[in-house]
């Protein structure tokens, strides 16, 4: 259950980007065929920053000592450009235009999502 919530929480945040930002673009004929696209791209999201983002913060922490941290913006921003790279190789219609948008809307996707989550009950 907590996976989904998790997963409708990043779609939401995705969403809140692709209307936000204007190189973020979300292709569908209908609501229901756009939310379904978001739904896959949130998984999509969830798992490459499952993967490969504690692999980076581990070989980049120099980087990240080094910026105060801010190293992570320009990485959430490749790896929401990576996320869009892998929508489109499955056929997804999610894509990110360039560094810029991808910037902007990963500092969307992490703000929506960690308003989002205040609202979510963590039983750790």
Not at 19 to 41: H, N, P, R, S, Y
Not at 89 to 109: D, K, L, N, S, T
Request: contains cysteine; hydrophobic residues 65%.
């Amino acid at each position: 259950m907590k996976f989904l919530i998790r997963v409708v929480i990043a779609a939401v945040a995705l969403w809140a980007a692709s209307a936000a930002v204007d190189g973020i673009d979300l292709q569908g004929d209908d609501t229901g065929e756009k939310a379904l696209t978001l739904l896959v791209v949130a998984v999509v999201f969830g798992v490459i920053n499952a993967v490969l983002k504690p692999v980076i913060k581990v070989l980049g922490c120099a980087f990240y000592i080094l910026t105060l941290g801010l190293i992570a913006l320009v990485v959430n921003a490749a790896l929401l450009m990576l996320t869009s790279w892998v929508a489109d190789e499955i056929g997804v219609p999610f894509h990110v235009e360039w560094f810029w948008p991808a910037f902007w809307g990963a500092i969307i996707v992490g703000l929506v999502s960690w308003v989002l989550n205040l609202f979510v009950d963590d039983d750790r």
